[in-house]
């Protein structure tokens, strides 16, 4: 009896530097898609972090209010949150309600405080500048 001896062939294993190329360039591709959505999200991101931090000095103006009986002066400013403010008005009572990276806004401006406001002329206003760090801008963060 004869036997019949078969040679068979075994792939390649791995891949061509073509294959890897194109599975590169896919990759790239979709990076760059990514980066460019992914500033957006950042955007939006520290905005929200924004009116976080507001809503958290409105709370810290609204016990400074009912400690020392009204809120600071604009000249005080939130600075008054953070250490006793020395001029008028004085607060009955004080103590510090905030850190002092709390009055500083996502992109590194200190928040900004009126009293009386122009916005809420009856109370307080709160805003950030934003990112270009201009009053005024689209970017504005305020406090409603």
């Known amino acids: 009896m004869k036997m ?73 400013g939130l600075k008054a949150l953070v250490e006793r403010p020395s001029g008028a008005p004085q607060p009955r009572m004080w103590k510090s309600l905030i850190k002092p990276e709390g009055i500083i806004d996502p992109w590194g401006s200190p928040y900004v405080y009126r009293n009386p406001g122009r916005i809420n002329p009856t109370g307080f206003d709160l805003m950030s500048i934003g990112q270009d760090k201009k009053e005024g801008t689209d970017d504005d963060v305020v406090l409603k």
């Open 4 to 76: 019949i001896h078969t040679i068979r062939r075994t792939a390649a294993k791995g891949f061509t530097l073509m294959e890897m190329m194109l599975v590169l360039g896919i990759i790239a591709l979709l990076v760059a898609i990514g980066a460019g959505t992914l500033g957006d999200v950042m955007g939006g991101a520290e905005m929200g972090a924004a009116n976080a931090q507001m809503s958290t000095i409105k709370t810290a103006l609204f016990q400074y209010r009912t400690l020392g009986g009204t809120y600071p002066s604009e000249a005080q």
